[in-house]
């Protein structure tokens, strides 16, 4: 497990050059990651793999729990771009159902990225690690697009918000292997259903 993440904000990018640099900073990141889980990776070898200085790093990311949550939340909005068009179901419910599904098999194909990021967000302090709101509200905005909600109320979000702390235990189970895909896939169904489904009260 990451330590708790220290007590102070990485610094955020200015330039474009900076933009630059962060994001090979993360693509580093997630690709070490990726080969080795999150308790083998070193913060010099994704310095030297970035070509930015072990200060540089630091800057930005004081710790790997504020490195892999920002990597998580990276992830997360470029999910929306390489997910399948949402259009043709047969119910908005189905809409989401299928958002999660592809969410979980893109996060599936590096397993151990997968679950740096997770383990990195679940330790992340939302004070200090501004990258975890970026997580919260880039997944609600995708999910939100899903369900074809262009106006939310708080009950639209409150059901989303225990869709996706559902969504975030099925993939941990899917990545223990503790459950097949298929019983994931009938999860998350019937979980959409469930919370999603006209009728409810605010929806």
Not at 125 to 143: I, N, Y
Not at 192 to 203: E, K, M, N, Q, T
Request: proline share 5%.
């Amino acid at each position: 497990m990451p330590r708790i993440a220290e007590a102070r904000a990485g610094a955020e990018p200015s330039s474009p050059r900076q933009h630059a640099r962060r994001q090979s900073i993360l693509r580093a990141a997630a690709d070490i990651a990726a080969e080795t889980g999150l308790e083998r990776v070193q913060m010099h070898e994704v310095a030297k793999s970035a070509g930015v200085a072990i200060g540089t790093l630091y800057r930005y990311f004081p710790s790997k729990t504020h490195l892999f949550t920002a990597v998580m939340a990276d992830q997360i909005e470029g999910l929306g771009a390489r997910l399948a068009d949402r259009t043709g179901h047969d119910s908005p419910e189905d809409a989401v159902f299928a958002t999660l599904a592809g969410a979980t098999r893109s996060l599936l194909r590096r397993p151990e990225l997968a679950t740096a990021m997770i383990q990195s967000a679940n330790a992340a302090r939302a004070s200090t690690v501004p990258d975890l709101a970026r997580v919260d509200t880039g997944f609600l905005d995708l999910l939100l697009r899903a369900w074809a909600v262009e106006d939310p109320t708080e009950h639209h979000v409150a059901r989303l918000r225990l869709l996706t702390l559902l969504w975030y235990g099925v993939l941990q189970s899917r990545l223990n292997e503790r459950i097949s895909p298929e019983e994931a896939d009938a999860d998350l169904r019937m979980a959409c259903r469930l919370l999603l489904a006209p009728g409810g009260d605010g929806v």
